[in-house]
């Protein structure tokens, strides 16, 4: 899988990045969470649990000790790349379908299916944008943009699932 980690946006690639999740291994039930992490660095590169593999496609710069305008301007180059991948991503499987994890921000004591609490636990807070690719089966393709708080990076995330992701309550 490649793993796309700069602070350049570089959309073929990350296009790239997605088709390998689609068309590699996804664990099966009965197989513990791993998070795979950069020996060197710490920073995290993929989990991979029962069912679904979720792993950053585009970290953006450390926040800490920007303001405004430069704050906004880092938010809105996140939700930028967000919308160029799902463009593309529109153009070759149709119309994605927004997944909202609000209700698990508004009632943290839920329970929280797996994926949703790898979601969280990488601070990916944003709201899934869902395709059902034609040429992956079963699978299902989310796309993510999160940070856990006004000091750090942006991150886009690719989850890709073995079936449907489960609904949350409105």
Partial sequence: MTVVRSLAFDAPRALRAIAALLTGPIPSAGNPTLIDA??????????RAAGFVLAPLWEGPDLTGLRDPEWTEQLEAGDRHLATLAGKLDEQWGPH?????????????ADRPPVYGALLRQDLYGDLHVWVPDQAGDRRLALVLGHSDG????????????????????
């Fill in 38 to 47: 950069d020996p060197h660095t710490g920073e995290w590169l993929a989990t």
């Fill in 97 to 109: 379908r927004v997944l909202t994890i609000d209700y698990l921000i508004r009632n943290p004591q």
């Fill in 151 to 170: 000091d750090q990076p942006l991150t886009l995330a690719a989850l890709v699932a073995a079936g449907p992701l489960p609904e949350l309550p409105v």
